[in-house]
């Protein structure tokens, strides 16, 4: 084991402890399957091109702010080619509309 790899072992074991003790739960992938966490790492990854890449941000405030902004508008207003050139919450709407119609439950 190099001295690097010891390093990173241990911020890893240390970011694990502050997770759970803040009642967080990691998501991590089955073996072998390098797709769990595919959506996921898309949406980061659209979220740093699109909101914070060449930003600068004077305080962890203003960034967070621009974050939820921007996650704001990707909800109700950006229009996603996966979900039919609608946005989620039109998605969702038009998906809990159809449901009701053919009398399914649906939970909020």
Same mark, same amino acid.
């Given at each position: ?6 390093? #990173? ?17 990691? #998501?991590? #992938? ?6 769990? %966490?595919? @959506?996921?790492? #898309? ?11 060449? !930003? ?5 405030? !203003? ?11 990707? %909800? ?11 946005? @989620?919450? !039109? ?16 939970? @909020?």
């Amino acid at each position: 084991m190099h001295h690097s790899d010891r390093g #990173s072992q241990y911020a890893a074991r240390h970011y694990r402890k502050v997770l759970e003790a803040r009642g967080i739960t990691v #998501s991590m #992938s089955r073996k072998g399957n390098c797709w769990d %966490n595919a @959506p996921m790492e #898309s949406a980061n990854g659209t979220l740093k091109v699109e909101c914070v890449h060449g !930003e600068h941000f004077r305080t962890r405030a !203003e960034a967070q702010q621009a974050i939820v902004e921007y996650i704001g508008y990707c %909800n109700t207003l950006r229009r996603h080619s996966s979900l039919g050139n609608v946005s @989620p919450a !039109e998605f969702e709407r038009r998906w809990h509309a159809s449901a009701i119609s053919l009398g399914q439950r649906v939970s @909020p």
